[in-house]
């Protein structure tokens, strides 16, 4: 079974820092990665999505590294700003199976002005 | 464009009450989920499906029922509410090969 690990829970930086969010995962086999933004109270809001294929993915000041052999991602958030503030999820389909999504915890960012 | 859209947002629930979250989507996606999402832990999948008429269990589908009639509608069914079934629960979508889509959830709470 998949299991995905997400280091740390939480991360309180000040505002303006680079960053960098830790995702792992224990099956290699895997189809595709998505990271996910979550407010509080709201649902995910897809951010990003590495293929398999891939070794990364950017989108403005985000940008998702992808290492299958080791099975890590991460989320790599340059210049960071209050806005940032939710929790980040990572979450992995693997090739084979139910083509459902596994998800980790979360980490909880918290971008202090 | 809705996207995916859930309703109701919110509900509180007795004990041996039944009741339909219900789930839409209009981007004409052939796979549908449900996840619930307890606090401190990730999205569990309940049921999926990949396309009208074709369901299957997820990861904890006990006390839990779907139908799917239609590509657009995922209808998740509680027969007999129980407090272990007080979540959040997230219905999502995608086409082949592209990324999930998510709605806003649904808040439940039964007592």
């Known amino acids: 079974k998949q299991e995905v690990t997400q280091i740390p829970a939480a991360l309180s930086v000040p505002e303006g820092e680079n960053l960098v969010l830790n995702c792992s995962f224990t099956d290699s086999a895997i189809y595709n990665l998505q990271w996910f933004r979550q407010d509080p109270g709201k649902g995910l809001t897809s951010l990003l999505l590495?293929?398999?294929?891939?070794r990364e993915q950017t989108s403005g000041r985000l940008n998702a590294s992808l290492d299958k052999s080791s099975g890590r991602s991460t989320l790599y958030i340059a210049a960071s700003q209050p806005g940032d503030s939710a929790t980040y999820l990572c979450?992995?389909?693997?090739?084979?199976?139910?083509?459902?999504?596994?998800f980790g915890t979360g980490t909880r960012l918290t971008v202090i002005p | 464009n809705a996207g995916v859209t859930q309703t109701p947002k919110f509900r509180i629930l007795k004990i041996g009450q039944s009741m339909t979250l219900q789930c839409a989507q209009d981007?004409?996606?052939?796979?549908m989920y449900w996840y619930r999402q307890d606090p401190g832990m990730g999205l569990k999948l309940i049921y999926y499906?990949?396309?009208?008429?074709?369901?299957d269990k997820g990861e904890v589908p006990n006390g839990y029922n779907v139908s799917r009639s239609t590509t657009e509608d995922f209808p998740l069914r509680l027969e007999l509410a129980a407090p272990s079934q007080t979540s959040v629960y997230f219905c999502?979508?995608?086409?082949?090969?592209?990324?999930?889509?998510f709605g806003q959830g649904t808040r439940l709470t039964v007592v």
């Open positions: 979450a992995v389909r693997l090739s084979t199976g139910a083509n459902n999504l596994f």
């Open positions: 999502a979508s995608r086409t082949q090969g592209t990324e999930a889509f």
């Open positions: 981007m004409n996606h052939n796979y």
């Open positions: 499906s990949v396309g009208a008429g074709i369901t």
């Open positions: 590495i293929q398999s294929s891939q």
